[in-house]
């Protein structure tokens, strides 16, 4: 990676779409000036590393709203993550790996955070992994993004071991997002490689979307000492300010 990644951060899902009415317990977003103030808190609270995506529908526009807002040396501290392949547009998802499309995704990204820079990209698979990191071109857009110095890192954010091995053996890819918590172990055989290959480790949904006791599953991942960042959602400021002083207790 470019730059050092902090331990844990936030994902900033749910302050810009919700899952839908197929989920019984589908959440209601909250407002505009609720989410701005959720986020100026948590960035009050020491988050620093904050992972978006142009398909969590308002998030990248409310985060840019915060953004454009904060002092010059408080904005670089904060490490930005967003994705590219998958967009959501009137509550449905499509993707494209194309690499007109990948440019043109980061060119969104960056005008809706109100950012020249990001510091990571990652694809947003579908699930296609081998043929969208093999076939697509989309690695190559990002990689020569990169060498403009419009991103900082490359990134892919798989759901299979097989997907997450074929990124991690790519020599343009620089990280990996993967699915770990203690109801979800399978991925933890890619560590070793990661480790060996340099390349850094970003944990999702580390919760279990929100079936998990943080105070068991966080110290578990925290103890895997390969996993380079573990990335938390929610909406509760408490339970996200507990979480993020506690992983950096343990850390």
Not at 89 to 117: E, P
């Amino acid at each position: 990676m470019h730059r050092a990644v902090p331990v844990i951060g936030w994902g900033a899902f749910k302050i810009g779409r919700n899952q839908g009415a197929k989920y019984p317990s589908a959440f209601d977003i909250p407002s505009e000036t609720d989410a701005i103030a959720l986020v100026r808190e948590l960035i009050k609270d020491g988050v620093r590393l904050i992972d978006t995506a142009p398909a969590y529908g308002l998030s990248e526009e409310r985060l840019g709203k915060v953004f454009a807002s904060l002092p010059t040396e408080l904005r670089s501290e904060l490490f930005i993550s967003t994705k590219v392949g998958e967009t959501f547009v009137d509550g449905v998802s499509s993707f494209d790996f194309s690499q007109a499309a990948v440019t043109a995704s980061v060119t969104r990204s960056l005008a809706k955070l109100n950012c020249a820079f990001v510091d990571s990209v990652f694809v947003h698979s579908n699930g296609s992994d081998q043929d969208i990191i093999q076939e697509s071109g989309c690695v190559e857009a990002l990689d020569e993004l990169k060498n403009k110095s419009i991103i900082g890192s490359v990134g892919f954010s798989s759901k299979t071991i097989l997907g997450g091995e074929i990124a991690l053996k790519h020599p343009l890819i620089d990280a990996v997002m993967l699915e770990i918590h203690p109801d979800a172990t399978d991925m933890l055989t890619l560590l070793p490689l990661a480790h060996e290959l340099g390349k850094a480790v970003f944990v999702k949904k580390p919760l279990s979307s929100g079936t998990l006791d943080p105070k068991i599953a966080l110290p578990w991942l925290l103890a895997h000492k390969h996993i380079t960042s573990i990335v938390v959602g929610g909406l509760n400021q408490k339970r996200l300010r507990e979480n993020f002083r506690m992983a950096c207790q343990v850390s």
